[in-house]
């Protein structure tokens, strides 16, 4: 089993859609970090989270310690997001990836 | 201009032979990881790399593999006698200060084939 789990895998959306992707993860952990990757493989960090909620432009992330859960919602998507997104959790001095969810938004 | 710049972008070697990676942050940098990716599967942690001294790293990251940071400011991924399973993208990062601390800065990558 995977320490940390993504849904959904594949999401597909309209151009001004709510997108909210799930991550899970059963390990401890200090932070989890929302990255981008997009079709060329470049990764880059949306956010670093340790409690609470994080807002950055049309993108909000929220993490709930206690229940070991993070969700990435994006508000009025555009065929721009469209990318990999992946929940990475630091476990002691490492960062463990989960296997992403593939977001394509259509025009 | 990013914090973080990896060369080379590609390299194709012949299985057996020596890879070297290169990582150069911009800034003074005092962590570094190396993940890699193997197409179409998810990034997985090799090494992390702190103050000049290798931190933590996977089961991955085997004798074949090492770390250093031979001038002070670059940083090396070594693979001593690559085989066929070490094509993959290879990734760098830095939290840019101490671990944990905010935002982690990603080279470009360098995408590994070997023959």
């Known amino acids: 089993k995977n320490e940390v789990e993504q849904s959904p895998q594949n999401l597909t959306a309209q151009e001004g859609e709510f997108i909210t992707i799930n991550c899970s993860y059963s390990v401890g952990i200090s932070a989890l970090h929302w990255l981008q990757q997009h079709p060329g493989g470049g990764i880059v960090s949306l956010f670093m989270?340790?409690?609470g909620k994080k807002k950055h432009g049309r993108l909000i992330a929220t993490i709930n310690i206690q229940e070991k859960h993070s969700s990435l919602h994006i508000t009025a998507s555009h065929p721009r997001d469209s990318a990999v997104y992946i929940c990475?959790?630091?476990?002691?001095?490492?960062?463990?990836f989960g296997t992403g969810t593939r977001l394509q938004v259509f025009p | 201009e990013p914090e973080v710049t990896q060369t080379p972008s590609h390299q194709v070697t012949q299985m057996g032979q020596e890879v070297i990676l290169r990582c150069v942050p911009i800034s003074n940098h005092l962590y570094f990881y190396w993940y890699r990716q193997i197409l179409g599967q998810k990034v997985e942690f090799l090494v992390s790399f702190y103050n000049n001294e290798i931190s933590e790293k996977s089961e991955i990251f085997d004798d074949q593999f090492s770390v250093e940071r031979p001038d002070g400011s670059n940083f090396t991924l070594k693979i001593r006698s690559t085989k066929l399973e070490d094509s993959a993208m290879y990734f760098c990062a830095s939290p840019g200060g101490a671990a944990n601390t905010g935002e982690l800065f990603f080279g470009e990558g360098s995408r590994l084939t070997v023959l």
């Open positions: 990475a959790v630091y476990n002691t001095d490492k960062l463990i």
């Open positions: 989270l340790s409690s």
